[in-house]
Nanobody, 119 residues
Framework: QVQLQESGPGLVKPSQTVSRSCTVS??????????WTWIRQPPGKGLEWMGA???????YYSPSLKNRASIPRDTSKNQYSLQLRSVSPEDTAAYYC???????????WGQGTQVNVSS
């Protein structure tokens, strides 16, 4: 059973960086075919795809984030991360990591964590 475990602070101040990590267990992390994604859901809104990293380490980002996001990974720990820079209160959301088979719908999700951007 694949499991994704998220971690990181739940409160960030404006202009700082949202940092999330996702540790993958119970399944392959560097096998071709899977995309390891980050998704968020602002209060009262729908899900927003933020970006992903594939087995080869290539990253993909939503243009709406305006080059504020980075998705590094540590294959020795089966872990990938999200760095979202220069945040504002509009970045307040529940953040999720998830696995997507070959750009399809996500089949495994992390537990999700509310991140509030507030001074």
């Amino acid at each position: 059973q694949v499991q994704l475990q998220e971690s990181g602070p739940g409160l960030v101040k404006p202009s700082q960086t949202v940092s999330r990590s996702c540790t993958v267990s119970g399944g392959p992390f560097t096998t071709n075919y899977y995309l390891w994604t980050w998704i968020r859901q602002p209060p009262g809104k729908g899900l927003e795809w933020m970006g992903a990293i594939d087995a080869g380490g290539t990253t993909y980002y939503s243009p709406s984030l305006k080059n504020r996001a980075s998705i590094p990974r540590d294959t020795s720990k089966n872990q990938y991360s999200l760095q979202l820079r220069s945040v504002s209160p509009e970045d307040t959301a529940a953040y999720y990591c998830a696995r997507a088979p070959d750009w399809g719908q996500m089949d495994y999700w992390g537990q999700g964590t509310q991140v509030n951007v507030s001074s």
